[in-house]
């Protein structure tokens, strides 16, 4: 019986590590002539996931976002897109807390900044989940 078991632990103790895992949020920011808009996904993974996203006017000063819509798409893909349902935590940032997204892989973002009566700004950008 201690044959075996010091047989099973050096086996154990010259395997591989399992593969590490990335916790890492997916972040990433999309930038256009009036606006950075700043993107972080979390925990990043396929499932549920706290999105942040804040724009920020090119140059500084106060942000003057008067609406802010956001849509997922997945490219070469039939889903039909999902809308990001957000909540104004303050200028400019907004959060969907818990959004599930149900596919590891490619996705393209769009967010929609109204700015005034007319001016809209849209942004579009791609990020990989785990």
Known sequence: MAVLVLAVTAVLVNAAP???VSTAPVSFTMKSKTF?????VAPGSAG??????TALPVGGGL????????????PGSDLPPFTIPLRTLGPGHGYAPLFAIPYAGEWQLTVRLRTGETDETVLTGRFRLR
């Open 63 to 74: 942000t003057t976002v008067e609406d802010m819509q956001a849509q997922l798409t997945r």
């Open 48 to 53: 549920a996931n706290d999105v942040h996203i």
């Open 36 to 40: 950075w808009v700043d993107v972080v």
């Open 18 to 20: 399992a593969r590490s």
